[in-house]
């Protein structure tokens, strides 16, 4: 699948550097698997699911990915990067 955009998981590890190694391995997977389904997703990446309209992957013990996946078109668009504590208030959810 194609990621976009990966300057803000960049962003993210430069002020959390603790995370690189785990983004970078979830970077990886996503670029070389094209997911058909959430199902697929899921079985992949057991700690993701559907909140709100997004994915929302728990990347290690320290942040949250939330991301637009578009199955057909192959593309998963990364919208934040947070640490748990941002992502509980829920400023990020779509009004």
């Known amino acids: 699948?194609?990621?976009?955009?990966?300057?803000?998981?960049?962003?993210?590890?430069?002020?959390?550097?603790?995370?690189?190694?785990a983004l970078t391995a979830w970077y990886k997977i996503v670029k070389e698997t094209n997911f058909q389904t959430y199902t697929e997703l899921k079985g992949t990446f057991k700690q993701v699911?559907?909140?709100?309209?997004?994915?929302?992957?728990?990347?290690?013990?320290?942040?949250?990915?939330?991301?637009?996946v578009?199955?057909?078109?192959?593309?998963v668009y990364v919208r934040h990067v947070l640490m748990h504590a941002e992502y509980d208030k829920g400023k990020w959810k779509p009004k």
């Not at 699948?1 to 590890?13: E, G, L």
Request: glycine share 4%; net charge positive; with cysteine.
């Open 49 to 68: 699911d559907y909140v709100s309209g997004f994915y929302v992957f728990n990347i290690g013990r320290s942040c949250r990915l939330i991301a637009a």
């Open 70 to 75: 578009k199955f057909r078109a192959k593309l």
């Open 1 to 21: 699948m194609r990621v976009i955009t990966w300057k803000r998981i960049q962003d993210y590890c430069n002020d959390h550097p603790e995370s690189r190694a």
